[in-house]
T-cell receptor
Framework: GAVVSQHPSWVICKSGTSVKIECRSL??????MFWYRQFPKQSLMLMAT?????????EQGVEKDKFLINHASLTLSTLTVTSAHPEDSSFYIC???????????FGEGSWLTVV | KNEVEQSPQNLTAQEGEFITINCSYS?????LHWLQQHPGGGIVSLFM???GKKKHGRLIATINIQEKHSSLHITASHPRDSAVYIC????????????FGKGTHLIIQP
């Protein structure tokens, strides 16, 4: 079946540095990908919608200059957390929309720890 | 914005019991997803529903569009079913991301 691969699974970075998370659809083209964040014991929250070849659409309260999203191809979207802060430590997960239907596949998620 | 409510938040049951998890939402949707999140965080999509009922193995998911309600059932529950089960909805009309419920933390004891 369709697979969405997310990398890295775990990352530790120092405050002030940037970290990039990749989300790839391995066997289908995804014109739309989504990025979510989950803080401990909280529900997943949509951060932004990433459309291939255009600017991402960010949810209210998500800083677009801090969370840079690039969807340069139909199989790859990246999330870059810039000037990382310990408060950015969270579980980040992407999903990809297959075709024009409602089938959504999730990546494995990335645990980010900012020290 | 769609509000998604799940119940119960926590559920502990004995192996073999029949499990029901409920989900209600506030605004019309194009699809509802039931997801399973393991302790490591990874998410598995169990079902996607827009109407009726689906069955996969010991899992059954139903949705009532008029009542804006869905249920996930697990028959003959097993300790390996222990996980967080999340209901997520996609609102009508757009290529929007999902709105998630807070999840149901299920523990099946042997």
């Amino acid at each position: 079946g369709a697979v969405v691969s997310q990398h890295p699974s775990w990352v530790i970075c120092k405050s002030g540095t940037s970290v990039k998370i990749e989300c790839r659809s391995l066997d289908f083209q995804a014109t739309t990908m989504f990025w979510y964040r989950q803080f401990p014991k909280q529900s997943l929250m949509l951060m932004a919608t990433s459309n291939e070849g255009s600017k991402a659409t960010y949810e209210q309260g998500v800083e677009k200059d801090k969370f840079l999203i690039n969807h340069a191809s139909l199989t790859l979207s990246t999330l870059t957390v810039t000037s990382a802060h310990p408060e950015d430590s969270s579980f980040y997960i992407c999903s990809a929309l297959q075709g024009s239907g409602n089938t959504i596949y999730f990546g494995e998620g990335s645990w980010l720890t900012v020290v | 914005k769609n509000e998604v409510e799940q119940s119960p938040q926590n559920l502990t049951a004995q192996e073999g019991e029949f499990i029901t998890i409920n989900c209600s939402y506030s605004v019309g949707i194009s699809a509802l997803h039931w997801l399973q999140q393991h302790p490591g965080g990874g998410i598995v999509s169990l079902f996607m529903l827009s109407s009726g009922k689906k069955k996969h193995g010991r899992l059954i998911a139903t949705i009532n569009i008029q009542e804006k309600h869905s249920s996930l059932h697990i028959t003959a529950s097993h300790p390996r079913d222990s996980a967080v089960y999340i209901c997520a909805v996609r609102s009508r009309g757009g290529a929007d991301g999902l709105t998630f419920g807070k999840g149901t933390h299920l523990i099946i004891q042997p």
